[in-house]
């Protein structure tokens, strides 16, 4: 099984890449410790450079991944322009049958609607299956990160455990197979 956490906060190491993190662990506990983690902060030099090597491959090793995290602060009730420019790398369906899930972090609950409106459909675009609720984050609660993801998933657990099923059954040509 292969999970990324794709992090599109400015700021290097942010809040938002501690919660991805809370959410890959929280999902994929036997598999945590081989999460690939890109924090889009430290490729802001080339992540608006046309073509990119060095962003060709990070976008081919998310590409790759049975299960993806994508996180953002909230700008302006939407994703971050940091994380829009990464995904822009992406043809439509480019995705095609990666289980993704959206979490987004927020000041206030105005914007809490942000993820389901804005990113979601977005990983969806991009061909991911997004089985479950997204999951918006108040930073105010920081401090009761790993019971918020818990509350969360406890929420979501129908579809929770049917990602839990799904990741890790893909074949080498990354079709989903049955039983």
């Not at 999970?3 to 993190?21: D, F, H, I």
């Not at 598999?31 to 046309?50: G, V």
């Not at 976008?59 to 322009?81: C, E, F, H, Q, W």
């Not at 997204?134 to 019971?147: K, V």
């Amino acid at each position: 099984m292969y999970t990324s956490v794709v992090v599109g906060n400015p700021k290097p190491n942010s809040r938002t890449l501690s919660l991805a993190r809370a959410v890959a662990r929280a999902l994929t506990p036997d598999h945590f410790e081989s999460t690939f983690e890109l924090d889009l902060a430290l490729h802001t030099d080339e992540i608006f450079s046309w073509p990119s090597e060095s962003m060709a491959a990070l976008s081919d090793r998310v590409a790759a991944s049975n299960l993806l995290i994508v996180a953002t602060p909230t700008y302006k009730a939407s994703y971050s322009g940091l994380l829009k420019a990464f995904l822009d790398r992406y043809s439509h369906r480019a995705l095609h049958n990666t289980l993704a899930v959206a979490v987004m972090t927020g000041g206030g609950m105005d914007h809490a609607m942000s993820p389901e409106a804005h990113l979601r459909p977005l990983l969806i675009e991009l061909g991911a299956v997004v089985p479950c609720a997204s999951l918006y984050f108040l930073t105010s609660r920081m401090h009761e990160m790993d019971a918020v993801v818990e509350g969360w998933l406890a929420e979501n657990l129908l579809a929770i455990t049917a990602l839990r099923a799904a990741v890790g059954v893909r074949s080498e040509a990354g079709q989903v197979t049955v039983g």
